[in-house]
């Protein structure tokens, strides 16, 4: 069983920037696929960004890349997500996601285990 904790969540005006953190544990972590989901009040729980266990590939949702970069340290068992130029939009409830077969993969569907989500606001 996979443990993971999120971290880094807060509130920031527009424009500003956040770093979420997510930290794996309970499992072999470095061979996992990891990623960032977010849901806002009212709307589905919708993909951000994802990483292949080996961190070569990732993937963005068009509606935050150039603004958010995902990482992973696979020595610490962590993903990273920075979030520059954040707007009003970007605010919901960020959830960290492990896939135990290791790609980067964008439907919540594909994902084995989940954190219990930080909540980032950004007000304009």
């Known amino acids: 069983q996979v443990q993971l904790a999120e971290s880094g969540g807060g509130s920031v005006q527009a424009g500003g920037s956040l770093r979420l953190s997510c930290a794996a544990s309970g499992g072999t972590g470095s061979s996992y696929g990891m990623g960032w989901f977010r849901q806002a009040p009212g709307k589905e729980r919708e993909f951000v960004a994802s990483?292949?266990?080996?961190?070569?590939?990732?993937d963005y949702a068009d509606s935050v890349k150039g603004r958010f970069t995902i990482s992973r340290d696979s020595a610490k068992n962590t993903v990273n997500l920075q979030m520059n130029a954040l707007r009003a939009e970007d605010t919901a409830l960020y959830y960290c996601?492990?896939?135990?077969?290791?790609?980067?993969?964008?439907?919540?569907?594909?994902?084995?285990?989940w954190g219990q989500g930080t909540q980032v606001t950004v007000s304009s």
């Open positions: 990483i292949s266990w080996s961190g070569r590939s990732t």
């Open positions: 996601a492990v896939r135990a077969a290791g790609g980067s993969r964008t439907t919540p569907q594909e994902y084995d285990y």
